[in-house]
């Protein structure tokens, strides 16, 4: 070897442990608290799930509205999710695209606590759907505006790891919340208030306090990055650059809006989240009066909801941390789509509390480890960054309207024989997002493939660097990530 190919082996593995070092920078600024506040975000969303057999459907006002009352959330949720990413009718309030993540994602935070806490005091329907509306509204930005940031700061083969631990906040928040419910329950009667309500409110406090804590460590875009020195951010967006769009600041291009709506991908996207949706927030909201109608009472129901959900979460970090290492998204959805129809047969075939109890560890296992690698796939494979947003937003959108069908079901007409009818709802939702996977696979595949060839022929294809940057993922150059 010689001396000079030694001294670039030698600077190749020097740029190689640098890089290292920032990654594990960014993961410790970014991680930890955004888990945190997507595991409060979910905690508060589905604590009403956990009120519901803890008294809350005792009240006269709300015996039938909690179902009504789920619905309304994603109302809100899906009204505010695009506009609070993406300039929409020129409101440039919600344009994340604008403000700083830093000052929004703490933001949105702290206001979603705020209404949080307030949930513990409303005294009729009206109140209730109200503070519902307000809680989807509120915390609609959080989760694709995450997402987008960690578009800004990782690698697209990075970021499905990333996204995972961030998810994972929502079986953990699962898991915390049933030990919080029970413990919260034993409060009944303290300040003339019901068991029910302190959830709300401590919880909501909760969130309130930390969001305050979030303004100091939330991060700012990558280019403007703080706790990075100058040579860490150039090094930063220089590997950015050389594998996305990620490394630019690109402005603002109603072009790119357009381009993601008329995409084919981008709403396939959509609609396999739309079918996971469904599924998840019917089992995470319902997953107490599951586990009661399977003849348990009601504390035992809130401390059973703990073990499916802590093994959810272990399932989310092993399946993704393997997803990331093989390099393959598809395969991983689909499976954990089969694992969960599995959960689904037992609990409507079986008869035992036991096999039906494990069969809810199964449905968890697979409805949880599925979403975080079909909601980072955009961000890995959307390139241009208004595009991306739009792509983003666009799925949780769509997804949401899933789970709004998903609140609706479950409800005491379709009680019979421990919901045999809302489960098997739930498997062709989950069979609908096998067919959107496949679909996604193939014409990725195809795509990919097509591209190849023309890069392959006789035919010499030239593409400036400012070519490669506005075509985003239309460029011949450019591969899709299965």
Request: glycine share 8%; aromatic share 14%.
């Amino acid at each position: 070897m010689s001396v000079s190919e030694k001294r670039s082996e030698v600077q190749g593995d020097q740029l190689l442990a640098a890089e290292r070092r920032v990654m594990r920078k960014v993961d410790r600024r970014l991680l930890p608290v955004f888990t945190l506040l997507y595991l409060l975000s979910f905690l508060d969303r589905s604590n009403i799930g956990n009120a519901k057999i803890d008294g809350l459907t005792t009240v006269r006002q709300f015996t039938f509205l909690v179902n009504t009352a789920l619905a309304v959330y994603f109302v809100g949720y899906v009204t505010f999710e695009i506009p609070a990413n993406v300039r929409v009718l020129n409101l440039e309030l919600y344009r994340l695209k604008r403000w700083d993540p830093q000052f929004w994602l703490p933001t949105l935070t702290l206001a979603w606590g705020i209404v949080s806490i307030f949930h513990g005091v409303v005294k009729n329907q009206a109140a209730l759907f109200g503070i519902r509306f307000l809680l989807g509204a509120t915390e609609a930005g959080l989760f694709p505006g995450v997402v987008y940031v960690f578009s800004i700061y990782y690698l697209r083969r990075e970021r499905s790891w990333r996204v995972a631990i961030f998810f994972g906040g929502s079986a953990l928040a699962g898991a915390f919340g049933g030990i919080f419910a029970y413990s919260i329950g034993l409060m009944d009667g303290v300040g003339g208030k019901r068991g029910w309500q302190w959830i709300f409110i401590l919880e909501g406090i909760l969130t309130a306090v930390i969001s305050v804590v979030a303004y100091f460590i939330v991060p700012t875009w990558s280019h403007k990055a703080k706790f990075l020195s100058e040579t860490e951010r150039t090094l930063l967006l220089d590997r950015l650059q050389a594998d996305s769009d990620a490394g630019t600041d690109q402005a603002f291009k109603w072009a790119s809006v357009r381009d993601a709506f008329s995409d084919h991908l981008v709403w396939a996207y959509a609609f396999l989240f739309h079918g996971f949706s469904f599924v998840l927030y019917s089992f995470s909201f319902f997953l107490p009066t599951i586990i009661a109608g399977l003849g348990f009472e009601t504390w035992q129901a809130q401390l059973m909801t703990v073990p499916p959900n802590a093994l959810a979460s272990f399932s989310i970090f092993a399946t993704v941390w393997f997803s990331s290492k093989v390099n393959a998204r598809a395969p991983f959805i689909i499976a954990s789509a089969i694992v969960a129809i599995i959960g689904y047969i037992l609990l409507i075939t079986c008869t035992r509390p036991g096999l039906q109890y494990f069969g809810v560890h199964l449905a968890a296992a697979g409805v949880y480890t599925g979403n975080p690698l079909l909601l980072s796939w955009p961000g890995e494979n959307v390139s241009g960054q208004t595009k991306r947003a739009v792509a983003v937003a666009l799925q949780v959108t769509v997804g949401d309207i899933g789970a709004i069908a998903g609140c609706l079901i479950y409800r005491p007409a379709l009680s019979g024989h421990q919901y045999r009818s809302p489960n098997l709802i739930s498997i062709g939702y989950l069979l609908f997002a096998i067919l959107m996977t496949t679909y996604l696979w193939v014409a990725m595949s195809w795509e990919n493939k097509r591209r190849d060839r023309l890069l392959s022929g006789d035919t010499k294809v030239e593409e400036t660097e400012d070519d490669r940057i506005r075509l985003g993922d239309r460029s011949v150059h450019y591969r899709y990530q299965i």
